[in-house]
């Protein structure tokens, strides 16, 4: 039997951007948290090397903005990099009065002048990673859920499953929500919808996120009517754990930033060969160095190599990276790491303003699921945990001063209606399905594009949907289910992006056309535009 529930605020998603706006909410409105798990679910928890901020004198806002602005390969909008970070550093102080127990220097008397330590990584012309050891998303992410935990105004849902946004009258007026335990679709009505939900890099084979990135908030953004805007730029990790019993497993950029070495099964380093700032590039010029290698040689991976730092040092600044790689018979001490590049981050997302507001009134979206501007043609190392908790911030406020606005009708939405569908005896072409999006996406819509590629991933993503409609409207919802629909969509739509971009720019490599064109222009998609004959 479904339920109906009332809320003023529901958020789906219980990573960083979905916890810290639900905390910076007024304590008087009463706010669901949706989730499929809990915050060890999101790609908050497994963001490791830290968050970007200015901290230190000898760093500046400025400097911060030339180089994400820089990294962003021209896509960048000033005006989304000026407001993330020059809110930097009260956000790292908030998170600190909350209790996240950042990394200080031990070369100096913290009780006299306590300084944070901050790293170094790939883009940036100073150390302003503050970082808690080696697993900073975790560390925030624990004190964030334990702090909503305590409050009585958020109620937070696991084992949910969001299926679609419900607009009525132009305006977003809750969502349908699959409870897995019960296996009902429930009404969750509110005056305002947060979507907080991730990437959505699971379209891809091999990806550095465990658990969630399959692209819903997105997904059905994009189906209640709003925008969205460079899912071609889709960044790839350069160094994931490379192990046939390592699932996803992400080797910290940090670990570059203290000097360690990618090279060759050889021993020899080739990073200078693409680069000049060598290892420390950015992500999508490294990621495609070793890609090429891979290919150049016939390699299963290349190879990352710290084991000249001292131990002590390792032991005290990568414990989680250790203590892993050790699981796998890899001593980081003293041997070099096997790594391949994996989908990362998903640069592009639903198309938002300064308050995180989408194109539906009473519709939010922060996040990777967003497009803010901040990113670009490619995200710069660890700005994705500021813009989650500057965006939230904004988000929050701008909540706050609309409430009690007049949302128009009194009527609520209608309930589910699965009256016309049964439960599956098929779920095979879930399963199968699955691989094959999974694996074209991988081959045709990679690191390196052609548009013959992109035309064959075109058809395939067409046909897979129309597959998946079918499913979708003679079954009873599933989790996979819905993951797989919402990852065809999304990768129909990274796709058309992909197409529509002419030039080489960032993460979007393209053989047909590997120049850069002289004016950066985003690639927007509308909805109506696409639907039309």
């Keep these: 039997m479904s339920s109906h529930f009332r809320h003023d605020v529901v958020i789906v998603g219980r990573g960083a951007a979905g916890m810290a706006l639900a905390l910076r909410l007024p304590s008087d409105l009463r706010i669901a948290m949706i989730s499929k798990g809990d915050v060890k679910q999101s790609s908050t928890y497994w963001a490791q090397g830290g968050m970007a901020a200015v901290l230190h004198a000898r760093d500046s806002v400025e400097a911060h903005v030339e180089d994400t602005l820089r990294a962003g390969a021209g896509l960048c909008h000033r005006d989304a990099v000026e407001l993330a970070v020059s809110h930097s550093r009260e956000t790292v102080d908030w998170l600190a009065s909350l209790g996240v127990d950042f990394d200080l220097r031990d070369d100096i008397d913290a009780s006299q002048s306590p300084e944070y330590h901050l790293a170094q990584e790939g883009g940036h012309s100073h150390r302003r990673i503050v970082h808690a050891a080696d697993r900073t998303g975790g560390a925030i992410g624990e004190v964030l859920e334990a702090r909503a935990r305590a409050a009585e105004n958020i109620e937070l849902l696991s084992g949910r499953i969001a299926v679609d946004l ?317 993951e797989l629909r919402n990852l065809a969509m999304v990768a129909e739509l990274m796709i058309r992006c992909a197409m529509q971009r002419r030039e080489s720019r960032g993460l979007h490599y393209t053989l047909d056309f590997p120049d850069l064109l002289p004016e950066a222009t985003d690639t927007v998609l509308e909805p109506d535009a696409l639907s039309a004959p």
């Excluded at 005056?191 to 959505?200: K, M, Q, R, T």
Aim: net charge negative; glycine share 8%.
């Design 166 to 482: 419900v607009v009525r009258d132009g305006r977003c007026r809750g969502i349908y929500v699959l409870d897995e335990e019960s296996e009902s679709v429930d009404l969750f009505e509110a005056d305002s919808v947060i979507l907080a939900s991730g990437g959505a890099s699971k379209v891809y084979l091999y990806t550095s996120n465990p658990d969630g990135a399959s692209g819903d908030g997105i997904a059905m953004a994009w189906r209640a009517g709003c925008r969205v805007a460079n899912l071609e730029f889709n960044q790839f990790h350069p160094t994931c754990l490379y192990h046939p019993q390592a699932k996803s497993f992400l080797i910290t950029e940090a670990l570059r930033g203290e000097g360690a070495h990618l090279v060759l099964p050889t021993g020899e380093r080739f990073m200078a060969r693409f680069d000049e700032r060598g290892e420390l590039a950015p992500r999508d010029i490294v990621a495609r160095a070793i890609d090429h290698e891979m290919k150049r040689l016939g390699i299963d991976c290349v190879y990352l190599d710290i084991s000249h730092r001292e131990p002590a040092f390792l032991e005290q600044h990568f414990p989680t990276i250790l203590e892993r790689c050790l699981e796998y018979g890899i001593d980081i001490r003293r041997e070099r790491i096997p790594v391949v590049p994996a989908a990362h981050y998903t640069c592009g997302g639903v198309v938002v303003d300064r308050h995180g507001q989408t194109d539906v009134p009473g519709l939010y979206a922060i996040g990777e699921c967003s497009f803010t501007g901040l990113h670009g043609a490619n995200r710069m190392a660890s700005n994705s945990l500021l813009e989650c908790l500057v965006y939230a911030q904004t988000a929050a406020a701008h909540i706050s001063a609309r409430r009690g606005e007049d949302y128009g009708s009194d009527e609520s939405p209608p309930p589910w209606d699965e009256s016309q569908v049964t439960d599956s005896d098929e779920d095979v072409v879930i399963s199968h399905n699955w691989h094959e999006l999974r694996q074209f996406m991988w081959d045709y819509v990679g690191i390196v594009r052609t548009n013959k590629r992109l035309q064959r991933a075109l058809r395939r993503a067409a046909l897979l949907q129309g597959e998946i409609a079918e499913y979708y409207s003679n079954y009873k919802v599933t989790n996979d289910l819905l």
